[in-house]
């Protein structure tokens, strides 16, 4: 199996779903001609050409709405936002628009189309460019929100985002760009609404998604040398959220620590965790833990930058906090 | 309104206790659920919770100073209120039996309560701040499975939360022997240790101290039921349905102690309460043990009404349902093993009653009439334990002929 990045997963995906079907297109900020502000469109405008593949003025608002009127008109456009940061222009499209046409048509309308882009923090680039806005999409019923971790689950995802008939919110991360992993060559989708197991053990469940993945599996990694077992599931779906994988695994290991990169209020880390309370209550045997960012806007030095973000130190500490050992 | 503030039982044995610190001043305004004062009991130190808002008006036993339970310590009020009267009406009144009925009839009581946070076990609770039993809903849940009284258990969690692992460890220790025996050529053999739930841990306690504090004497006699059979035949074909037996016997016991009221009584050492109401409990077992559902105030009922009542308590009673209050406080109890055949039995006195009726099978049986000549009849044997502190024998004798005549003449009920 080889190899590949995050990067390449999500071009492999795009690319073999335009070749799939000529209604998919790619519209946005910078993807044709420079290939993508991440070099995810890499070729894809050689290939398709500039019917297919759009270079937006810096406009989120209005380009999103002509995705928008696209899909209701039979296309399936794929929108990149350059990052989630610039999506909030486009919000009222996607609250009022997109994940509202189906219902108030009636079913007449269906809007097939994937907004998608880097979220969260990255390094040294401040309060406004630095927010993991999940909660906001994941908020909105009528949306359906992934955010894929490794490259393999990208993949998987952004075909199976492309395909369906509803509005779907893509969640990458630009750090995660990079990020290597194996991807097989013959097709294959990953279903939304699905959990992943990514580390199987018996005493504290970690509940996390996207880029904490890592530092997640970095913790368990640690505490496996203490002879702490740990399982971790991987959201990849927040809207859906695969109830069921959690609960069997909170009801396996009786402790939860759930790990979210976005602010703590009304995140999507604290609505598991009240999932978790109130539904693996009688088998829980302490407390479900939540690590979230620091409440606060994201300083740019980078030292507290780095401080108000979810760690391996903090996810570790957690993990003790619900075995009671300190 | 002032009100008046009095000892409460901290604990479920507690007959006294003494002010270890007051918490607020004379003058301090309080409020419901303020810890006011900390009162050691016979077993901890406990907080005592005020029970309304207003202002601390007055003290009246200082710390340090000693409280029967419904005894007044303290006046609550509002400002300027005077509090002369309410403090010289407890005085004269503080000990009486019947005041202090009511405060302890409830807590001292906490027979067969098997739910988890409540379960006070006298021998083995483990002081906790404030009485609160903190648990994982995990650890609940695995007691429970296996039997533990969370009150019996150190946590060692923050707060001392019992925890999983504190549960474990005491199956560990339990399962030493248990791991051997499952070896499966000696299974057999081997003895088997099982955990004591909460409410055989209270059976074992109340029953041992009733044996062991009351001193027990027992009554026997032979009743004709013929003409109680008849009449519940009658009734049964009147109303279409059937009336307990027990409804029967609870109708007619009832009777028999408003004509000889002391049967109806607790003993407190320096007093007797002479209970008001007979509230009569009818034994029921249980896969976990035994309880007692009470029918209040017999006296005043009729056979159909207990007979309902009863129906729905021993429903509840199977149900693990009843309310605290509806097997607390006995005055008397029934207990009838005549369904399994048992002739004739002597039981063990449930207090805070004085005595107990231990009924046995109705048997056809040969009896010598007073013409000498045999009938057969329809015969069943009680037996009577009684409290010889409350309950002479003789008073337990002529107890229990009222009864067997009343069963015999249901008219004499009337007379």
């Known amino acids: 199996m080889p190899e590949i990045t995050y990067r390449e997963a999500l071009r492999q995906a795009i690319d073999e779903e335009m070749e799939r079907d000529r209604t998919v297109f790619l519209l946005g900020e910078e993807v044709g001609e420079y290939n993508g502000a991440y070099k995810v469109s890499m070729g894809l405008l050689d290939k398709y050409g500039p019917e297919r593949v759009l270079d937006t003025p810096i406009t989120e608002e209005g380009f999103t709405g002509v995705g928008i009127g696209a899909a209701c008109v039979g296309l399936r456009p794929i929108v990149e936002w350059m990052t989630f940061n610039f999506s909030i222009q486009a919000l009222d499209q996607v609250l009022n628009n997109a994940a509202k046409l189906r219902h108030m048509s009636g079913g007449q309308f269906k809007v097939p189309i994937v907004f998608r882009g880097p979220n969260g923090p990255a390094e040294y680039l401040s309060s406004q460019h630095s927010q993991a806005l999940q909660s906001m999409f994941a908020h909105i019923p009528g949306l359906l929100v992934v955010a894929p971790a490794t490259p393999y689950d990208a993949k998987g995802l952004l075909k199976s985002a492309i395909r369906n008939d509803n509005p779907v919110v893509f969640l990458e991360a630009e750090l995660m760009y990079a990020w290597k992993g194996h991807v097989p060559d013959e097709e294959y989708l990953i279903p939304i609404g699905k959990a992943d197991i990514k580390r199987n053990g018996l005493d504290v469940t970690i509940v996390t998604y996207s880029k904490p993945l890592k530092i997640v599996l970095d913790a368990a990694d640690i505490l496996a040398q203490e002879d702490i077992d740990v399982e971790v599931v991987d959201l990849r779906s927040l809207r859906p959220i695969d109830e069921e994988t959690i609960y069997k695994s909170v009801r396996k290991t009786n402790r939860c620590v759930v790990v979210d990169e976005a602010w703590p209020v009304c995140s999507v880390g604290s609505h598991v965790a009240w999932l978790v309370s109130k539904n693996c209550f009688d088998s829980l045997d302490a407390p479900v833990e939540v690590i979230s960012s620091e409440d606060v806007p994201l300083p740019y030095n980078h030292r507290l930058e780095l401080a108000c973000q979810p760690s391996v130190e903090k996810v570790v500490k957690a993990v003790k906090k619900s075995l009671y050992m300190e | ?415």
């Open chain 2, 1 to 415: 309104m002032a009100e008046p503030i009095l000892m409460i039982a901290l604990s479920p044995t507690m007959e006294q206790g003494t002010i270890a610190r007051w918490n607020k001043k004379e003058g301090d305004p309080v409020k419901s659920g303020d810890i006011i004062c900390d009162v050691e009991t016979d077993k901890a130190t406990m907080e005592y919770e005020c029970p309304e808002d207003g202002i601390l008006l007055k003290i009246v036993v200082a710390n340090g100073g000693k409280a029967s339970v419904g005894q007044l310590i303290a006046v609550i009020g509002e400002k300027g209120e005077n509090v002369d009267d309410l403090v010289k009406q407890f005085s004269t009144q503080a000990l009486s039996p019947k005041h202090s009925k009511s405060k302890t009839a409830q807590q001292e009581d906490t027979k067969e309560n098997d739910s988890e946070s409540d379960v006070v076990s006298k021998q083995n609770a483990i002081h906790r701040p404030g009485g609160i039993v903190k648990a994982s809903p995990l650890a609940k849940r695995i007691a429970k499975q296996h039997g533990y009284d969370l009150a019996a258990i150190a946590g060692t969690g923050p707060g001392g939360r019992i925890v999983k692992r504190d549960i474990e460890s005491l199956l560990k220790k339990g399962s030493v022997v248990s791991g051997e025996a499952s070896s499966p050529v000696s299974s057999t053999l081997v003895d088997e240790i099982l955990p004591v739930s909460g409410m055989r841990k209270i059976i074992a306690q109340r029953l041992t101290e009733s044996k062991y504090s009351a001193p027990h004497y027992y009554l026997k006699l032979s009743i004709d039921m013929g003409a109680l059979i008849g009449a519940r035949k009658a009734l049964n074909k009147s109303i279409n349905s059937t009336i307990s037996l027990n409804a029967f016997l609870m109708k007619f016991t009832a009777e028999a102690i408003k004509r000889h009221p002391i049967i109806n009584s607790t003993w407190k050492g320096d007093t007797i309460v002479k209970h008001g109401s007979i509230d009569i409990g009818l034994a029921v077992a249980l896969p976990e043990g035994l309880i007692t559902p009470i029918v209040r105030n017999c006296a005043s009922k009729g056979i159909i009404e207990i007979d309902n009542e009863l129906r729905m308590l021993i429903e509840k009673a199977q149900n693990n349902s009843l309310a605290q209050n509806e097997y607390n406080g006995a005055t008397f109890t029934i207990t009838n093993l005549g369904s399994y055949g048992i002739e004739d039995f002597t039981a063990i006195i449930n207090p805070p009653g004085s005595a107990i009726l231990a009924v046995g099978a109705i048997i056809k049986t040969p009896v010598v009439a007073e013409s000498d000549e045999l009938e057969i009849k329809q015969m069943m044997k009680v037996s009577l334990s009684s409290d010889h502190r409350v309950i002479d024998g003789a008073v337990g004798a002529s107890f229990l002929k009222d009864l067997k005549d009343l069963i015999e003449n249901p008219i004499r009920t009337l007379y």
